[in-house]
């Protein structure tokens, strides 16, 4: 079934199934499940027999929620200008990357710490060359004071002034904050998502998008989190980051 779902794509086909995204009862439609990754992007099917190289071109009425960073410099370029959009903003055409929670405090005991914050700022980098809007979202807490040394973003990531900061209480980066005013500014309709942690506040913020209407895709290997079995977590971060992407990768649009 999956073989004949993948051809159906490289046809150009429309694949419909109707699953419930989003508060206001909309249906979207459901893909086959895969892993994009940039200019030459792999597709990866179950059974692995299946995996082939396409080029997105192969895909036009397909997008992802579900992206590998592997391909860095070429990533931002690739998502930012050629996925087609669902977003409920029609009327948007910008993608912006959403940096969640980068900060000092926030990602000083997480999983593959610097691997992470590495990619995070491949995925920066690259947004910025393609002209595409980057926010930084920053949690506040009595553990995380505005302004504290724990509250700011990591030494290897640097914000550039004109790039909004967002400030949250929440695990949802879009409750009760200037976020949703932010992306109206930026035209964005689409947003692209890292950062930590995977089972807090990445997790809110794309259910919290989606909600909201937006287009929501998670970079599956630039999102961590730190250890949560000591407060009653049955799983390790590396199983939390994988559950979060294999829950992902199931979310998609075509």
Not at 144 to 169: C, H, I, M, N, Y
Not at 211 to 221: F, I, N, P, Q, W
Request: aromatic letters at 8%.
């Amino acid at each position: 079934a999956i073989a004949q779902l993948v051809e159906r794509f490289v046809r150009n086909e429309k694949v419909r199934g109707s699953i419930p995204l989003s508060s206001t009862g909309k249906e979207r439609p459901q893909a086959a499940p895969g892993v994009w990754r940039a200019w030459g992007f792999r597709m990866r099917c179950h059974p692995p027999c299946l995996d082939r190289e396409y080029s997105l071109g192969h895909f036009p009425a397909m997008r992802s929620y579900f992206l590998s960073c592997e391909a860095q410099a070429n990533f931002g370029r690739a998502v930012v200008g050629r996925i087609e959009r669902m977003s409920t903003f029609r009327n948007r055409k910008e993608t912006a990357l959403v940096v969640v929670d980068a900060q000092t405090g926030v990602l000083s005991s997480c999983h593959d710490r610097d691997a992470v914050v590495d990619r995070i700022n491949d995925l920066v980098t690259s947004a910025r060359e393609a002209g595409a809007p980057v926010v930084w979202v920053q949690h506040c807490s009595d553990e995380f004071p505005a302004g504290s040394d724990v509250w700011q973003v990591t030494a290897e990531l640097q914000p550039e002034q004109s790039e909004p900061r967002v400030l949250k209480r929440y695990g949802d980066s879009f409750e009760d904050t200037t976020l949703e005013a932010e992306l109206a500014k930026l035209d964005a309709g689409k947003i692209i998502v890292c950062g930590a942690m995977t089972d807090a506040c990445i997790r809110c913020t794309i259910h919290g998008g989606l909600a909201r209407g937006y287009d929501v895709t998670l970079v599956s290997d630039a999102h961590t989190t730190e250890d949560m079995r000591q407060w009653g977590s049955p799983i390790g971060p590396e199983e939390a980051i994988a559950y979060l992407n294999i829950c992902l990768l199931y979310t998609s649009d075509a």
